[in-house]
């Protein structure tokens, strides 16, 4: 899991509460990335951030929100207007933003229960 | 769009046996193409990549990958499976984003178990 870690493991919340995931790294990467998991559907891209104080929209963005404050950091906060937010979320980040071909490194994910 | 297809749910194969793990893939232009494992709860980690040059890549604990450009198919293999290679693998390609930034689309996956 490299230099990337993602807290909670496991974390349980109420229909209709907002949650933030915590991811950070120190690897010194530039680009950050939040992708959610489930059964059957291999990943999804939720948002991206390529720098520092910018991001932008993955492919199922609605009912997230993230910030990009410090390069080290990409938390994400899950709110009560994702309609079905029970599921595994993993943070990766990668050194460069645009271009290049290196590699994304992942971290160990957080399982989200809602009920 | 750039996509990745993993025929195949899951795959079987007694230890010590070959093991292939399939991927084909539909890009514009030339691929990057990826592959991945993942153990139960955890995060994925990075096998090997394909950006250009020779077409067998080598990559972490004995896997390696072909890619064939006409079959457009860049399958994992092994020469001899263990028990604990039994993982969900990820195929992905990069997919370039309009306004610069790249994004990785991963295939549904592929549930290999490997049996003694």
């Known amino acids: 899991d490299g230099g990337i870690t993602q807290s909670p493991k496991y974390l349980f919340r109420k229909e209709g509460q907002n949650v933030t995931l915590s991811c950070e790294q120190n690897?010194?990467?530039?680009?950050m990335y939040w992708y959610r998991q489930d059964p059957g559907q291999g990943l999804r891209l939720i948002y991206y951030s390529q720098i520092v104080n910018d991001f932008q929209k993955g492919d199922i963005a609605e009912g997230y929100s993230v910030s990009r404050e410090k390069k080290e950091s990409f938390p994400l906060t899950v709110t009560s207007a994702q309609k079905n937010p029970t599921a595994f979320y993993l943070c990766?980040?990668?050194?460069?933003?645009?271009?290049?071909?290196?590699?994304?490194?992942f971290g160990p994910g957080t399982r989200l229960t809602v009920t | 769009a750039q996509s990745v297809a993993q025929p195949e749910d899951q795959v079987n194969v007694a230890e010590g046996n070959p093991l292939t793990v399939k991927c084909t893939y539909s890009v514009s232009g030339n691929p990057y193409l990826f592959w991945y494992v993942q153990y139960p709860n955890r995060g994925l980690q990075f096998l090997l990549k394909?950006?250009?040059?020779?077409?067998l890549v080598k990559g972490s604990y004995g896997f390696e990958a072909e890619f064939n450009k006409s079959q457009t198919s860049f399958h994992l293999k092994k020469p001899s499976a263990l028990v604990s290679d039994s993982a969900l693998y990820f195929c992905?390609?990069?997919?370039?984003?309009?306004?610069?930034?790249?994004?990785?689309?991963f295939g549904t996956g592929t549930q290999l178990k490997v049996e003694l």
């Open positions: 394909y950006i250009t040059g020779d077409n």
């Open positions: 992905a390609v990069r997919e370039f984003i309009t306004g610069g930034g790249n994004k990785l689309t």
């Open positions: 990766a980040s990668s050194r460069y933003g645009t271009g290049g071909s290196d590699e994304q490194y």
């Open positions: 690897l010194n990467h530039d680009a």
